[in-house]
């Protein structure tokens, strides 16, 4: 999913956010808003008492007149009868409610490739796949521009133009004081706030009592109400309020590294050390800002091949090379206020050196911090039926292994346990679905190709001819998993039922690393504050903006330094800010990458090309659509000028999907027959309108930017 999961996210959640971002556990678990409740309660009860009183006073005279006229009182009586009739009657009728009885299954399968998909399909290795073709439809499904996962998951959500929802990249920025943050979630008043600004499907389907189940589908925090469940995915923060912070021990010098992400801590390595869980930030005495730490006591017994790690009156053994079970840790707040989080060990090694890796604190299902799940108490109805589970939006933790703090064997065993946690919930929702629509979301696709992509592209960098089978397997190895998960939800469905399988996106090699900001520095189009600055920092902090013309953040996102909308901008709207544009674009459309001796880019978008909507103003002015092979860099993404313009992409996040959505469509399977010829993700929503009884009248008049399917 992208950057979030390799940790430039997180040290932009750290830069951001902290120490603010930390301190809204403290103001969320608010004694003002149970102290509200108990003062609006008593205030209607004494209105309550007021009325009865009143009541009273005249019931006797009310009692005495009907004794004497006991027609009336009939009639009053019958009166009263029919006034609820009638009311009742018009709020029912009041309420639309669909004829839908059948049931709608929907698959997820993030970033799963047509040309991967076609070539095991005729290799037979996919046998439920091609039946589902057979039976019904493959597609391919054009995906959005920019081919961002969340941009993709909320245009299937709502059929909307990313102007439409709000969501049109990992990183936005405020114009008017060019300060950088995520778009996947947002916090105010100490409270998670909905960030698509768009209706989705399962809205549609709630409100004509269609009874809907949403697990974990993408920029669904904090949760939707719905006729039935709904399960947040991507954008459920750690307990420390990003997006995945882990901590990482180790007795090994470290040296100096250009990143370092997570907590990692070099220590002595000793018989028994005294080490800590990392907790969310409070404020202490004099105002100091400290993040909450739960003592944790390590003892490394050497002949067993592991250790024996105590905290907060629990004590567990772990081997080397072993994951933990889930683990629960609490952390004080004040006197009165705790946060429960689960979280796992793995000892990566003990003897020569010790080194031990403490996963990211997620929220404990059964009583978390926010709300993940509606209703509120389906989150900790799940954790009863199949375990605990992980609650963090984006589970997997690439950028472990991006830094070598976690091989690739423990990371595939993650992988491995995200993957049968969300085919349990999958199995236990189908096990009691009768009627309605389930969606079921599966990030693992995407997460293997990021990070093992590099063993099957003989071009990329660091491709290696004598890389273990396992790991130049081990995509196809995950499509033919998919495959099983299929082949399992087709025998449970029957022939009435309506299956729709699809990816949001395809997948390609990421080779080189392209920085932009750079790019418009050597052209002259931004400038740093110090000219003789070799580079300069991340979140735009050393741009010059009395002379910059353009900036990029994001993945491929330039924005015009315009006068009246940006802080300092010195290009006039109009005009101006249009030659500019097309300036840049066509410059950008030469860059030529000698080493390959190809384009580095395959098209430059103008903001009226891809986005319209209510929110257009606030899209980016240019988007680029990479090539093959190429993707704007972590520095870029989060507004820093490194000095370098372009090179190798040394990272083990190897495989991509940022580039020219043309060049990566997804896929779409259905067991219906698909009668349009180019389906897109923008079709998804009004087919399942369509499908529950919505006209076409009707589905004109939301305004999506697509059209059923069937």
Known sequence: M?????????????????????????????????????????????????????FLVFFKRFFTFFKKRPFMFIVFILLIVIGIV??????????????????????????????????????????????????????????????QS?????????????????????????????????????????????VVKSKAWWSYTSELKVPTIVITCPVTFPPDKVYGRMLSGMGVPDILGTEGTFTFYTSEHLGKKEEVEGNVFEIKKASLMNLNLIGPKRINLGDRVENIKVPLKVKIEEDKRGAVLEWQNKKVFIKEGQWSKWKEVIFDLSLFRKIKGIFKFYLVEVEPEFKLYISPINF?????????????????????????????????????????????????????????????????????????????????PDIIQHMFWRYRDVNHPLYQEGAPTQYKEVINTWYKKLDKVLGEVMKKIDEKDILIVLSDHGFDSFRRVVHINTWLRKRGYLKLKDSSLREGRGLLQDVDWTQTYAYSIGFGAIYINQKGREKYGIVNPGRETELLKEKISRELEKWWDDKYNQPVIRKVYKREEIFWGDYQDEVPDLYIGFNSGYRASWQSALGAVPEELIEDNLRKWSGTHLIDPSLIPGIIFSNVEILKQNPSLYDIAPTILKIIGFSKEEIKKEDFDGEPLF
């Open 2 to 54: 992208s950057l979030f999961e390799s940790g430039w996210g997180q040290d932009f959640c750290k830069l951001i956010y902290p120490p603010m971002f930390n301190l809204i556990f403290l103001s969320y678990i608010d004694p003002g808003s149970g102290f509200t409740f108990v003062s609006l309660g008593g205030w209607l009860i004494g209105v309550c008492l007021s009325f009865l009183g009143i």
């Open 86 to 147: 009638l009311i009742t009657k018009g709020v029912n009728m009041s309420e639309k409610k669909s004829k839908f009885e059948g049931k709608i299954i929907i698959l997820g399968l993030d970033a799963l490739s047509p040309k991967i998909m076609e070539s095991m399909m005729e290799s037979e290795e996919l046998p439920n796949f091609s039946r589902l073709k057979e039976k019904g439809s493959y597609f391919h499904l054009s995906t959005t521009n920019p081919s």
């Open 150 to 194: 969340p941009v993709a998951w909320v245009a299937f959500a709502t059929g909307r133009n990313p102007a439409k929802t709000g969501i049109f990249d990992f990183i936005v920025r405020d114009p008017k004081t060019y300060k950088l943050d995520l778009s996947l979630n947002k916090i105010e008043k100490g409270r998670p706030k909905k």
């Open 364 to 444: 404990d299902p059964r009583a978390p911090l926010f709300p993940i799940s509606y209703p509120q108490s389906y989150s900790k109805f799940l954790s009863k039926k199949i375990g605990l589970y992980y609650t963090q939006g984006m589970p997997m933790d690439t950028w472990a292994v991006n830094q070598g703090y976690l091989k690739e064997d423990a990371f595939l065993r993650q992988v491995e346990e995200v993957f049968q946690e969300k085919k349990a919930m999958l199995d236990l929702e189908l096990s009691r679905f009768r009627k309605g629509i389930l969606f079921c979301y599966f990030e693992s």
